[in-house]
C-alpha cells in the first residue's frame, strides 16, 4: 500500500510568490493533518480535516496560509506571499478512522524561499 | 494548551544496551493519548508507541516499552537490545481524548555506536 504521498518533494520560492503544496492522504483514511518543521520550532501543527471538514486551523498564521481539501483523496495548503520564515518542511499525515490514533506521516515537502 | 518537554537534547549508547528517554507534558484535559514517534536520517516519522492516560499498564510494543508515571506527568521510553537501526531522533507528543491535534516535543537524538 502507497504512504501519503506529497508533492512537490522539494519546492525553492522567491519572496513574495505564492507556493501550493499537496498532500494525498493513504486510501480509506478519513482524516489529514498538516505540520511544519523547523529547526528553531521544531514540529509544529497546522491544521486537520475529519471527513474532508475543516476541525482545528489553530495553528495556522491568520494571514497568507490556507488549507483546503476538496475531496477524501487530497489536500493542498498554500501559502501566499511566501518570506523567508516561511521555510519549512512542511509534512502532511492521515489518519485512518474516527477518533483512530496514530498519525501516518508523509515524507514531507521542503520549502525554501529565498 | 498541551506543552511537551524534552530535556535531553541527544543520548549516545553502545549497541545491545538499553536507553531511556525522559519526556514531561502538561495538559488540563482529563483524558489523553500520549505517543512516540522515531524520525530517521531520510526524515522518515514513524509511529512507535501509544500510552492511553486511563489505563495504569505501562504499553510496551517489540523491544520499545513505556514508563508511565501519571502523578509526575512523565512518559519515559525504553527501547532494549537497541541496534545500529534504532539511531535516529524520537519524538514524545500527546494529544486530547477530542481534538486530534498532536503536540510534539522538541526531539532527542540517538546514536547507538557498534
Redesign the interface.
Known amino acids: 500500500n502507497a504512504g501519503v504521498i506529497q508533492t512537490p518533494r522539494h519546492k525553492v520560492t522567491g519572496k513574495g510568490q505564492e507556493a501550493t503544496l499537496w498532500c494525498e492522504p493513504i486510501s480509506g483514511h478519513s482524516a489529514v493533518f498538516w505540520y511544519r518543521q523547523t529547526i528553531v520550532q521544531g514540529l509544529e501543527f497546522l491544521t486537520y480535516f475529519r471527513n474532508q471538514a475543516p476541525i482545528d486551523d489553530s495553528g495556522m498564521p491568520k494571514e497568507r496560509f490556507s488549507a483546503q481539501m476538496p475531496n477524501q483523496s487530497h489536500s493542498t495548503l498554500k501559502i501566499q506571499s511566501t518570506q523567508p520564515q516561511d521555510s519549512a518542511v512542511y509534512l502532511c499525515a492521515s489518519s485512518p478512522r474516527d477518533s483512530s490514533y496514530e498519525q501516518y506521516f508523509g515524507p514531507g515537502t521542503r520549502l525554501t524561499v529565498l | 494548551a498541551q506543552k511537551v518537554t524534552q530535556t535531553q537534547t541527544s543520548i549516545s549508547v553502545v549497541e545491545k544496551t538499553t536507553v531511556t528517554m525522559d519526556c514531561v507534558y502538561e495538559t488540563r484535559d482529563s483524558s489523553y493519548?500520549l505517543?512516540w514517534?522515531k524520525q530517521t536520517a531520510?526524515?522518515?516519522?514513524?509511529?512507535l508507541i501509544?500510552q492511553d492516560s486511563y489505563k495504569k499498564e505501562n504499553a510496551t510494543v517489540g523491544h520499545y516499552s513505556l514508563n508511565f508515571q501519571k502523578p509526575k506527568s512523565s512518559i519515559g521510553l525504553i527501547i532494549t537490545a537497541t541496534q545500529i537501526e534504532d539511531s535516529a531522533v524520537y519524538?514524545c507528543a500527546m494529544r486530547g481524548y477530542g481534538?486530534?491535534?498532536?503536540?510534539?516535543?522538541?526531539?532527542t537524538k540517538l546514536t547507538i555506536k557498534p
Open positions: 493519548f505517543f514517534y531520510s526524515g522518515e516519522i514513524v509511529f501509544r519524538f481534538n486530534e491535534k498532536i503536540t510534539f516535543g522538541a526531539g
